[in-house]
């Protein structure tokens, strides 16, 4: 079974721009989660999303948005990017309900680099 | 508030000793605790799942434990290797799907 893809591996942005991240959940898992990881705040949780609904949401700004597809795949959007939005940007699939709904699985990240 | 804490931040242990990480909560009202481990500049390994129902959770060289009530879990290796040299992460799951992680233990296995 396929893992968690997620692309760009790698993106360098400039200030003011927007970018946007992809990830495919592993298949038959309907839940994606967000996640940023920075040195200095570790991994801070973004949002998730299940059956194309967000279902929860972090204490990002209103900068940071995502949307799911029906074939559970996820984008992540950054608007206006800023320096302190470098980050490794992962994102974790669960089957999302059920037994062992709970259980995550995180995929490789993408790493922005803001100039 | 949930928060999570691991200690130690680092850890540099001789091959072949056995040790032990640490991962406290402060909200016992957890639903499970899943452990990983991320090598440098990767993304996250599951290495085990403990529901709040059970107390541990073995595989391989691995044991993870939970104790609601103290809030806290630990994270046995046995017999480390280099190759375990990694950081690793303990993430408490709690109502509607929310995940709050630690800042992780760093551990470097010399040969």
């Known amino acids: 079974k396929a893992g968690v893809t997620q692309t760009p591996r790698y993106l360098i942005k400039t200030r003011g721009q927007q970018v946007t991240l992809s990830c495919s959940p592993i298949s038959g898992h309907r839940s994606v989660s967000w996640y940023q990881q920075t040195p200095g705040q570790g991994l801070q949780f973004l949002f998730e999303?299940?059956?194309?609904?967000?279902?929860n949401k972090g204490n990002f700004p209103g900068r940071f948005s995502g949307r799911q597809f029906s074939n559970s795949r996820s984008e992540m959007n950054v608007s206006t990017l800023e320096l302190g939005d470098s980050a490794l940007y992962l994102c974790?699939?669960?089957?999302?309900?059920?037994?062992?709904?709970?259980?995550?699985?995180f995929g490789p990240g993408t790493r922005l680099t803001v100039l | 508030k949930q928060e999570v804490t691991q200690i130690p931040a680092a850890l540099s242990v001789p091959e072949g000793e056995n040790l032990v990480l640490n991962c406290s909560f402060t909200d016992s009202a957890i639903y499970n605790l899943q452990w990983f481990r991320q090598d440098p500049g990767k993304g996250l390994t599951s290495l085990l799942l403990?529901?709040?129902?059970?107390r541990e959770q073995t595989s391989g060289r691995l044991n993870a434990s939970l104790d609601k009530s103290s809030g806290r879990s630990t994270l046995y290796i046995a017999a480390s290797q280099p190759g375990d040299s990694a950081t690793y992460l303990c993430?408490?799951?709690?109502?509607?799907?929310?995940?709050?992680f630690g800042s992780g233990t760093k551990l470097n296995v010399k040969p």
């Open positions: 993430a408490g799951r709690y109502n509607f799907n929310k995940f709050y």
């Open positions: 974790a699939s669960s089957p999302g309900q059920g037994q062992g709904y709970n259980e995550q699985f």
């Open positions: 999303y299940f059956s194309e609904t967000q279902r």
């Open positions: 403990i529901q709040s129902s059970q």
